[in-house]
């Protein structure tokens, strides 16, 4: 019956790390402009991958994140 036990708390763990992977592919995206429905499908699809892919994918021009960017740059 420890078996059982055992895996049932691996399978929570991968469960709540899939699940944080896709909530923060779903931010990522919504930051930079494509909406957060997308990065919430790429979450779920392709888990952790899914937040190194958004890392690369570039920021719309009128983004949230484009526009921080252009902040900092601006030193403001």
Same mark, same amino acid.
Do not use: C, F, H, N
């Given at each position: 019956?420890?078996?059982?036990?055992?895996?049932?708390?691996?399978?929570?763990?991968?469960?709540?790390? #899939? +699940? @944080?992977?896709?909530?923060?592919? $779903?931010?990522?995206?919504?930051?930079?402009?494509?909406?957060? %429905?997308? !990065?919430?499908?790429?979450?779920?699809?392709?888990?952790?991958?899914?937040?190194?892919? #958004? +890392? @690369?994918?570039?920021?719309?021009? $009128?983004?949230?994140?484009?526009?921080?960017?252009?902040?900092? %740059?601006? !030193?403001?």
């Amino acid at each position: 019956m420890t078996v059982v036990g055992v895996i049932g708390v691996s399978a929570l763990y991968l469960l709540y790390g #899939w +699940l @944080a992977s896709a909530i923060v592919a $779903s931010y990522l995206s919504g930051k930079k402009g494509y909406g957060e %429905r997308v !990065g919430l499908a790429t979450g779920l699809l392709l888990s952790a991958v899914a937040i190194v892919i #958004w +890392l @690369a994918v570039p920021a719309r021009p $009128s983004s949230d994140w484009q526009r921080r960017k252009e902040r900092r %740059r601006d !030193g403001g």
